[in-house]
């Protein structure tokens, strides 16, 4: 599998949209997520880890996943995360993990992966009964916001019904959405939303 974010690895942190997303989208996500010590988390397209880095101090111990070798690669370069996070570099819907999660987060992920329910349908698959999922994403957008020409995107955002939809489909309840951060690029608003539900 190619790695289309191998020449992004190392500036990824530096990007001022990638910042802005995870501080706001983790902000809102320790707002509205019960965690404990006592919690197996995934960081599903954890990426650098920008987002594991704020839920590693309230959880027991998280897995990263991701397809990009080079993304964790810099994760596991970060001070205090070494020793407290398991990355796994691999795509969960061919080949799944071994063990289910009390919590899923996920930040910018889902619009990068092309068949939306067959992922949910796999993220259900690795929840314990009564854990949760906390999804961050774009809400529907112009396919302004990424490069004309870009790879890995097959979503320009998701509507908020149909992705609500989605998770009761694969058995989730309380299904609540909240605005968690708003990119703004040039004249452009795309707010980005958080759906926090729990399964079974």
Not at 86 to 109: H, K
Not at 179 to 195: G, I, R, W
Request: aromatic share 6%.
């Amino acid at each position: 599998m190619t790695d289309l974010f191998k020449d992004k690895a190392k500036e990824f942190d530096g990007n001022d949209v990638a910042l802005g997303l995870s501080q706001g989208i983790g902000s809102t996500l320790l707002n509205h997520l019960p965690l404990n010590d006592t919690m197996h988390v995934m960081d599903f397209g954890a990426g650098t880890g920008l987002l594991t880095a704020q839920i590693v101090p309230r959880v027991h111990q998280v897995t990263a996943v991701d397809v990009s070798p080079a993304m964790l690669t810099q994760l596991l370069s970060k001070h205090g995360l070494k020793d407290k996070v398991e990355t796994v570099c691999q795509d969960i819907t061919v080949t799944p993990l071994n063990r289910q999660f009390d919590v899923i987060v996920s930040a910018m992920a889902m619009h990068h992966i092309k068949d939306t329910d067959r992922m949910i349908k796999c993220l259900a698959e690795h929840l314990k009964p009564g854990g949760r999922v906390a999804l961050a994403d774009l809400d529907i957008e112009d396919a302004s916001f990424h490069p004309a020409a870009i790879e890995g995107v097959h979503h320009s955002g998701f509507d908020r019904k149909q992705f609500a939809s989605l998770l009761e489909k694969h058995g989730f309840h309380d299904i609540h959405f909240t605005t968690a951060h708003t990119v703004k690029k040039e004249d452009k608003h795309y707010p980005v939303f958080l759906v926090v539900a729990v399964w079974q």
